[in-house]
């Protein structure tokens, strides 16, 4: 064996990073193996760059996939607003935006990798990029961890190197999950977890964009706009979110189209789902009825275009006019009443078929993995081999969008590292 350590921690995402850190202050000697070629790649790509790394909202119904009991205890054994506490300590201002959300003050997502990569220098903690964790296997007194020094992305043609052999006495599994492979996502922690003994749930995408049907989507490509959009199959409502909502030419995204694609892809799977979004959300339906047909009074003579003009944005009144069969032209009163009423329906229940989600290319997080049942919920200690911790992705366990996933990821990594150092 060429090295010996106390903990291994297979990935430096969010979750490896912090339980590295955790560890390394507990005393014990920690190794990271990363294989991507710079640590923390995936946090430089969230919140638009921006790391929406938490939110002053959490709670047990933000997630899926993990009971409401497991995350309870969990919250009980790291409260969440300790994770500032954590970032504080190492050096990290933060502030507060919509919704709850919170970011670096820098708004730079780069700063959240630097500050933890910084605190793992100054304790000497060795970080071994381009260099993957092939398999992780019991042996006395602790695990052999064998990795493999792999190419970077950009080297299509690039050789794996000759494989070298780590012992630790506990391993930290924080290897992420399949979304975003363009930038290093993988499968590979699932596999390593399923040769340990682990149950490895489904995995599907999660917080993406969604595909959808609708003539008109082509025109609106690029538009945002505040909505609230329910998703319904077989005329029941299933999900509501509120919030941003981005058309594009294969269907919808921004938040509220993110946190509905959970269940929009159970949905799909019983049978046909549709959206229907309310692009007045401030309004009630008889106070929008009332605001049109004033404004049809008002601008009875001149072209439906004027009517139009700082009523919403102009291209979506233009796709909902035409759908009407309202010439965007010709003077307002041609339009009609019966037409104008159908407008106020279009505006506050715009359908669109849904024809799934985009894939893992594109999503935030993946659903399904590691079964919570299966980890302590205090330490995220295995319940099934002694010595082994996971964390971040390869748990069942996603959240909403707007900084829950990472918060889970930060404080599975915290308390595992912790529990990781004890001897």
Same mark, same amino acid.
């Given at each position: 064996?060429?090295?010996?350590?106390?903990?291994?921690?297979?990935?430096?995402?969010?979750?490896?990073?912090?339980?590295?850190?955790?560890?390394s202050?507990?005393?014990?000697?920690?190794?990271?193996?990363?294989?991507?070629?710079v640590?923390?790649?995936?946090?430089?790509?969230?919140?638009?760059?921006?790391?929406?790394?938490?939110?002053?909202?959490?709670?047990?119904?933000?997630?899926?996939?993990?009971?409401?009991?497991?995350?309870?205890?969990?919250?009980?054994?790291?409260?969440?607003?300790?994770?500032?506490?954590?970032?504080?300590?190492?050096?990290?201002?933060?502030?507060?935006?919509?919704?709850?959300?919170?970011?670096?003050?820098?708004?730079?997502?780069?700063?959240?990798?630097?500050?933890?990569?910084?605190?793992?220098?100054?304790?000497?903690?060795?970080?071994?990029?381009?260099?993957?964790?092939?398999?992780?296997?019991?042996?006395?007194?602790?695990?052999?961890?064998?990795?493999?020094?792999?190419?970077?992305?950009?080297?299509?043609?690039?050789?794996?190197?000759?494989?070298?052999?780590?012992?630790?006495?506990?391993?930290?599994?924080?290897?992420g999950?399949?979304?975003?492979?363009?930038?290093?996502?993988?499968?590979?922690?699932?596999?390593?977890?399923?040769?340990?003994?682990?149950?490895?749930t489904?995995?599907?995408?999660?917080?993406?964009?969604?595909?959808?049907?609708?003539?008109?989507?082509?025109?609106?490509?690029?538009?945002?706009?505040?909505?609230?959009?329910?998703?319904?199959?077989?005329?029941?409502?299933?999900?509501?979110?509120e919030?941003?909502? %981005? @058309?594009?030419? *294969? +269907?919808?995204?921004?938040?509220?189209? $993110?946190?509905?694609? =959970? #269940?929009?892809?159970? /949905?799909?799977?019983?049978?046909?789902?549709?959206?229907?979004?309310? %692009? @007045?959300?401030? *309004? +009630?339906?008889?106070?929008?009825?009332? $605001?049109?047909?004033? =404004? #049809?009074?008002?601008? /009875?003579?001149?072209?439906?275009?004027?009517?139009?003009?700082?009523?919403?944005?102009?291209?979506?009144?233009?796709?909902?006019?035409?759908?009407?069969?309202?010439?965007?032209?010709?003077?307002v009163?041609?339009?009609?009443?019966?037409?104008?009423e159908?407008?106020?329906?279009?505006l506050?229940?715009?359908?669109?078929?849904?024809?799934?989600?985009?894939?893992?290319?594109?999503?935030m997080?993946?659903?399904?993995?590691?079964?919570?049942?299966?980890?302590?919920?205090?330490?995220?200690?295995?319940?099934?081999?002694?010595?082994?911790?996971?964390?971040?992705?390869?748990?069942?366990?996603?959240?909403?969008?707007?900084?829950?996933?990472?918060?889970?990821?930060?404080?599975?990594?915290?308390?595992?590292?912790?529990?990781?150092?004890?001897?």
């Amino acid at each position: 064996m060429t090295d010996n350590f106390d903990v291994i921690v297979v990935g430096a995402g969010a979750s490896g990073l912090a339980a590295a850190v955790e560890a390394s202050r507990a005393g014990a000697s920690v190794l990271v193996l990363e294989k991507n070629h710079v640590p923390g790649r995936k946090i430089l790509s969230t919140g638009a760059g921006k790391c929406n790394l938490s939110n002053t909202r959490v709670t047990p119904a933000a997630y899926h996939g993990a009971s409401a009991a497991f995350l309870r205890k969990v919250f009980a054994a790291l409260p969440p607003e300790q994770i500032l506490s954590f970032f504080e300590g190492i050096g990290l201002l933060w502030t507060e935006g919509e919704a709850g959300k919170l970011f670096p003050r820098s708004m730079k997502a780069q700063d959240v990798v630097n500050v933890l990569l910084n605190e793992l220098s100054s304790l000497a903690v060795p970080l071994r990029t381009l260099t993957e964790a092939v398999s992780v296997e019991r042996a006395a007194g602790g695990f052999v961890v064998e990795a493999q020094r792999v190419p970077p992305q950009w080297e299509k043609k690039g050789r794996r190197g000759e494989r070298e052999a780590f012992r630790a006495t506990r391993v930290v599994l924080a290897a992420g999950g399949p979304c975003y492979p363009q930038i290093g996502g993988t499968s590979g922690g699932y596999e390593l977890l399923r040769r340990l003994g682990h149950t490895v749930t489904p995995l599907s995408p999660s917080l993406a964009p969604l595909k959808a049907r609708c003539e008109y989507l082509k025109e609106l490509d690029g538009i945002r706009l505040q909505a609230a959009v329910t998703l319904l199959a077989e005329g029941r409502k299933l999900a509501r979110s509120e919030g941003e909502l %981005l @058309f594009t030419a *294969y +269907g919808v995204s921004g938040p509220v189209a $993110l946190d509905l694609s =959970r #269940a929009a892809l159970a /949905a799909l799977k019983k049978g046909p789902a549709a959206l229907e979004a309310d %692009l @007045f959300p401030d *309004y +009630g339906a008889r106070e929008l009825y009332s $605001l049109l047909h004033g =404004r #049809a009074e008002a601008f /009875a003579q001149r072209p439906f275009s004027h009517f139009a003009c700082g009523l919403h944005n102009w291209k979506v009144l233009k796709a909902c006019a035409a759908r009407c069969g309202i010439d965007w032209q010709a003077p307002v009163f041609r339009a009609g009443e019966a037409k104008m009423e159908e407008l106020g329906l279009l505006l506050k229940a715009f359908p669109m078929e849904l024809a799934g989600t985009l894939g893992f290319e594109d999503a935030m997080v993946a659903a399904g993995g590691c079964p919570v049942s299966e980890v302590d919920p205090a330490t995220f200690a295995s319940r099934r081999v002694e010595g082994l911790f996971v964390t971040g992705e390869l748990l069942d366990a996603d959240g909403d969008s707007g900084g829950f996933n990472l918060h889970l990821a930060w404080t599975s990594g915290i308390l595992a590292g912790r529990a990781a150092a004890r001897k």
